[in-house]
């Protein structure tokens, strides 16, 4: 089992950029594939990014790629999420996630094992 605990979110300015951070208990961290969701209010959870058990592996949301940067640091038992050019849109509850079940990365929000209990980012027009 794995605990996460997901930091950094905040109140930004459109353009702004904002690094979150999600630390993950135990010593088997590099055998789950991680991944970042985000849900706003009224609307359903979605996929941001995901990432493979080593971090060579990387896959993004449309809505996202080109802006957003998702990385693991295994020693660290850390994963991350670099967010530039952040637009209103990018308003929400940011969840990350493990998935034990599986090395193969998935959008899928049923697909993932563990979760952590989000961090609000705001993003201001």
């Known amino acids: 089992q794995v605990q996460l605990v997901e930091s950094g979110g905040g109140l930004v300015q459109a353009g702004g950029s904002l690094r979150l951070s999600c630390a993950a208990s135990?010593?088997?961290?590099?055998?789950?594939?991680m991944g970042w969701f985000r849900q706003a209010p009224g609307k359903e959870r979605e996929f941001v990014a995901a990432?493979?058990?080593?971090?060579?592996?990387?896959y993004y949301a449309d809505s996202v790629k080109g802006r957003f940067t998702i990385s693991r640091d295994n020693a660290k038992n850390t994963v991350y999420l670099q967010m530039n050019s952040l637009k209103p849109e990018d308003t929400a509850v940011y969840y990350c996630?493990?998935?034990?079940?599986?090395?193969?990365?998935?959008?899928?929000?049923?697909?993932?094992?563990?979760w952590g209990q989000g961090t609000q980012v705001t993003v201001s027009s």
């Open positions: 996630a493990a998935r034990g079940r599986s090395s193969y990365i998935s959008m899928g929000v049923r697909d993932y094992d563990y």
């Open positions: 135990g010593r088997t961290f590099s055998s789950y594939v």
């Open positions: 990432i493979s058990r080593s971090g060579v592996g990387t």
